[in-house]
T-cell receptor, first 112, second 109 residues
Framework: EAQVTQNPRYLITVTGKKLTVTCSQN?????MSWYRQDPGLGLRQIYY???????DKGDVPEGYKVSRKEKRNFPLILESPSPNQTSLYFC???????????FGPGTRLTVT | AQRVTQPEKLLSVFKGAPVELKCNYS??????LFWYVQYSRQRLQLLLR??SRESIKGFTADLNKGETSFHLKKPFAQEEDSAMYYC???????????FGAGTRLAVHP
């Protein structure tokens, strides 16, 4: 089944403890992206990647890192999480030049 | 600045009533506009895009460049339409999606 998967789906952590949220797609998409969803703000792009080893900042990149070593994977790294990063995170992917993005199920992160 | 505005956080209607979810955008060029939907406990998915001018699940949306709007309409709402709806814009030539804050549609029996 063609899909985008994220792990973990739920995570509660403490301030400053490094964490990684994984994202994987099996559709051979070139483009991958991370969004965070907050009440009243919709989804905002954190980082995106046009292809392997090509990443760039989105609208809210502060406090996050990403890497794209393989086409299928696009992990989101929080080196030192803070409470203001408590949010619902979505990974998405698409073919280059395609406007339809396929979304993962979301990861709910709570930082205390 | 590129921005998408959905003025209603919640739209509550009865089954069979017409529905219009409003979306206004700010973009200097020719945007690509979309509606995404998120049903309860499901992932976000594309509902329709202006470029295809299609009707999906009875929903349509017309791009009005003069009013910079892309409102989503359905003549007769169904209970299964209850969901969160997001209007989104893609700047031409980019894969990036700029989302509005979303409107929750609640259709009551």
């Amino acid at each position: 089944e063609a899909q985008v998967t994220q792990n973990p789906r739920y995570l509660i952590t403490v301030t400053g403890k490094k964490l990684t949220v994984t994202c994987s797609q099996n559709m051979n998409h070139e483009y991958m992206s991370w969004y965070r969803q907050d009440p009243g703000l919709g989804l905002r792009q954190i980082y995106y990647s046009m292809n392997v080893e090509v990443t760039d900042k989105g609208d809210v990149p502060e406090g996050y890192k990403v890497s794209r070593k393989e086409k299928r994977n696009f992990p989101l790294i929080l080196e030192s999480p803070s409470p203001n990063q408590t949010s619902l995170y979505f990974c998405a992917s698409s073919w280059q030049g395609s406007y339809e993005q396929y979304f993962g199920p979301g990861t709910r992160l709570t930082v205390t | 600045a590129q921005r998408v505005t959905q003025p209603e956080k919640l739209l509550s209607v009865f089954k069979g009533a017409p529905v219009e979810l409003k979306c206004n955008y700010s973009y200097s060029g020719s945007p690509e506009l979309f509606w995404y939907v998120q049903y309860s406990r499901q992932r976000l998915q594309l509902l329709l895009r202006h470029i295809s001018r299609e009707s999906i699940k009875g929903f349509t949306a017309d791009l009005n460049k003069g009013e910079t709007s892309f409102h989503l309409k359905k003549p007769f709402a169904q209970e299964e339409d209850s969901a969160m709806y997001y209007c989104a814009l893609t700047p031409k030539g980019y894969n990036k999606l700029i989302f509005g804050a979303g409107t929750r549609l609640a259709v009551h029996p």
